[in-house]
T-cell receptor, first 113, second 113 residues
């Protein structure tokens, strides 16, 4: 299973942008990069995903390095409600017949008022 | 998370009893994943099912655990003869296809006393 590496924790001030990095040097050509976040006592929430090109949606932006060995989740204006554990996940490409998500330990984001 | 229903939200069982956890994915989502999360840890993959079929059960303990997703009705994760170590939050996720994003439920928190 392809692995990801993320910082254990990060802090940000409210209303400022946040850049959450993720390294995935063993990514294969067909692995999608997914980001989920988990608020306390809740299930994981889908944030964004991409393959090669940068992606934007209403929640965040995903910047993918040209060699795809790293990516960055960008929250444009952090709010207190964004405090959560953010998981960067490489979706199994289905070579083994499955598309399961393999969660790592994630980055715990603390947002300061 | 909207639309993925898990019940019960909280379940207390005595050692040796059976636990049945139910998951109803969003309408039209025929792929279901089950995950287990111990306190202060990440989510661990258990099993991936598609209607009436188990696709990947590589994360399921060999004994006491089983899962199904019948043609009609919710997916069921069944734990027989529960032990204290089974106490955890169990999350299910549903997706429309093999490589589309998955949406998680709020989880069932199982406590074995």
């Amino acid at each position: 299973d392809a692995k990801t590496t993320q910082p254990n924790s990060m802090e940000s001030n409210e209303e400022e942008p946040v850049h959450l990095p993720c390294n995935h040097s063993t990514i294969s050509g067909t692995d999608y990069i997914h980001w989920y976040r988990q608020l306390p006592s809740q299930g994981p929430e889908y944030v964004i995903h991409g393959l090669t090109s940068n992606v934007n949606n209403r929640m965040a932006s995903l910047a993918i390095a040209e060699d795809r060995k790293s990516s960055t989740l960008i929250l444009h204006r952090a709010t207190l409600r964004d405090a959560a554990v953010y998981y960067c996940i490489l979706r199994d490409n289905g070579a083994s017949g499955t598309y399961k998500y393999i969660f790592g330990t994630g980055t715990r984001l603390k947002v300061l008022a | 998370n909207a639309g993925v229903m898990q019940n019960p939200r909280h379940l207390v069982r005595r050692r040796g009893q059976e636990a049945r956890l139910r998951c109803s994915p969003m309408k039209g989502h025929s792929h279901v994943y089950w995950y287990r999360q111990l306190p202060e840890e990440g989510l661990k993959f258990m099993v991936y099912l598609q209607k009436e079929n188990i696709i990947d059960e590589s994360g399921m303990p060999k004994e006491r655990f089983s899962a199904e997703f019948p043609k009609e009705g919710p997916s069921i994760l069944r734990i027989q003869q529960v032990v204290r170590g089974d106490s955890a939050a169990y999350f299910c996720a549903g997706s429309e296809g093999q490589n589309t994003e998955a949406f998680f439920g709020q989880g069932t928190r199982l406590t074995v006393v």
